[in-house]
């Protein structure tokens, strides 16, 4: 099985947050409201690609990849 993060994300598609692959990072990304359980949506990326924007507990969040790719998604 294949673990899926938010970077594999496309605009517009969605999943559900499954947890995380960075014990660091998972604090911050915690605190911003990422929690496993929570809908997350992609919403669009920066012209360049990084950032990416993200619908996650209600508001839009942005994100780089290296922060997108460590949240695991179902």
């Known amino acids: 099985m294949n673990i ?7 605009p517009g598609e969605s999943g559900i ?4 692959m960075d014990d ?3 604090l911050k990304l915690l605190e911003m409201g ?7 949506k992609f ?6 690609g990084d950032p990416i924007c ?3 507990a209600g508001y839009n969040l942005s994100l780089r990849l290296d922060e ?3 949240i695991s998604i179902q």
Do not use: H, K
Request: net charge neutral.
């Open 17 to 20: 947050i499954n947890g995380f």
């Open 68 to 70: 997108a790719i460590t």
């Open 43 to 48: 919403n669009f990326a920066a012209p360049f």
């Open 34 to 40: 990422c929690l496993p359980g929570q809908p997350i």
């Open 4 to 10: 899926r993060s938010v970077a594999d994300l496309t």
């Open 54 to 56: 993200v619908s996650v």
């Open 24 to 26: 660091a990072l998972s």
